[in-house]
């Protein structure tokens, strides 16, 4: 029987080049796969893109009113669903790809990060660690330079760490242009860098 996977790690991780890479090793083997991506990503419009500046066309922008098994029904011999910034999706989306697994024996590989700038969690993450019947940390070193794993995401504006705002800012040239960025950190780092503007705020 099929599974649902749920790799996770903090930004910058590799998830977006590791989709990618996977997907030319199934269509190498001559296996047919579909990418997919939630619409909330607008980051190279309906491409995904690695930090790596490798990209590829995905096969359908998923809305969140949209139904995947609708979207899948018209295909035939579907070796595998991989779908990149899971986290963007609807809980019932992340049903229906757990219910695609079981029902159609369709392995389905979702990439994402767990938590937001804010270390709250997104509306599918939790619902994939519920239900994934495999998950993978993808390591990533903390930025600050300490050695640790990173496992939080820190959104920076002009080089500042910030800790209010909108849950999605997606990392794209809107948002440079604005002078936001994200940087991956250790837990220990980012409380530090918390509490100090914290402290600067008093």
Sequence with gaps: MAKLY???GSM????????IQVAHNYEEANCKVLVLKPDDDTKGDDYIVSRLNVQRKVDYWIKKEES??????????ISCILVDEAEFLTVSQVDEL??????MN????????RCDFQM??????????????????????CKYGC???????????????????????IDDENAKQQNYEYMSVCGECYLKARKKILYKKR
């Design 6 to 8: 749920f790799r996770y």
């Design 12 to 19: 910058n991780c590799g998830k977006t080049t590791h989709l």
């Design 68 to 77: 995947i098994k609708e979207i899948i029904e018209n295909h035939v011999n």
């Design 98 to 103: 757990y219910e695609i697994t079981k029902e």
């Design 106 to 113: 369709i392995p389905v590989i979702c990439y994402g990060i």
């Design 120 to 141: 709250n969690g997104f509306t599918a993450s939790p619902r994939l660690l519920l239900l994934a019947d495999d998950i993978e940390e993808m390591k990533n070193i």
């Design 147 to 169: 050695g640790n794993k990173a496992t939080q995401n820190m959104r920076l504006k002009n080089g500042i760490p910030v800790f209010e705002g909108d849950q999605k800012l």
